[in-house]
């Protein structure tokens, strides 16, 4: 079941008279008019949009929507400013522009990639649980990327990075991982302030650094139990 509010909408010269909601979930089409709503989407090709009407007639769509997502208590928001509706984490990376900032918050099932440079990926008391057959978040040729506040668990690896340079991890929980934590590969101008617990493999493997370029700075991590 998913939750869509418009209470946050308003009007600088007036007030919100109508609401539309147009939702999508495969063949069937929904449309509803009032404020908020639940939904329960019987397919994965979703769409849904918003729009409102002030009480002079003039209209507008939401300037940062969010979609909370539940499934088998399994609950979450992704949140990108200025683009529609989210299903997934993996699909506001793929919308964000270099150098965007992405806020996950509550708790997911998913297993993600990040190609694009600068991307920031934060949390807000969110978990994001693999499926134990792949990491959790592969990082693969993208630099700059900063990844902060996330607690990671139940993948193959944690956090597998392959050819990035300038990667910061800060304040990320790394736990109960199949194998390894963190794998570094051919990757450097890496920083790691984390907790990488209970893990099945090693804690950090690193292996490729270029011996011209900088290397890996660990430091104020607690690893341990791996």
Request: aromatic share 6%; proline share 3%; with cysteine.
């Amino acid at each position: 079941v998913i939750t869509f509010n418009a209470a946050n909408s308003t009007d600088a010269d007036g007030q919100v008279a109508k609401y539309r909601w147009e939702v999508r979930d495969g063949e069937e089409v929904r449309i509803v008019n009032d404020k908020s709503f639940q939904h329960s989407f019987n397919s994965t090709a979703i769409d849904v949009r918003l729009l409102v009407e002030d009480d002079s007639g003039l209209t507008n769509g939401p300037s940062e929507p969010a979609v909370t997502v539940q499934q088998e208590a399994l609950k979450y928001q992704a949140r990108l400013p200025g683009e529609a509706h989210f299903t997934s984490i993996q699909e506001v990376i793929d919308r964000a522009p270099i150098g965007g900032t992405i806020t996950v918050s509550g708790n997911c099932q998913e297993s993600i990639a990040i190609f694009a440079n600068g991307i920031t990926l934060k949390g807000e008391d969110a978990i994001i649980y693999g499926n134990g057959h792949d990491p959790v978040i592969s990082i693969a040729g993208a630099d700059a990327v900063n990844i902060s506040n996330l607690s990671i668990e139940n993948g193959f690896q944690g956090i597998l990075a392959r050819g990035s340079s300038n990667l910061t991890l800060s304040h990320v929980v790394i736990r109960d991982q199949v194998r390894d934590g963190i794998i570094f590969e051919n990757s450097s101008g890496v920083m790691v302030d984390s907790e990488i617990i209970g893990n099945g493999g090693t804690g950090i493997v690193a292996s490729g650094i270029p011996v011209d370029q900088s290397g890996i700075l660990i430091s104020n991590n607690s690893i341990w139990e791996n």
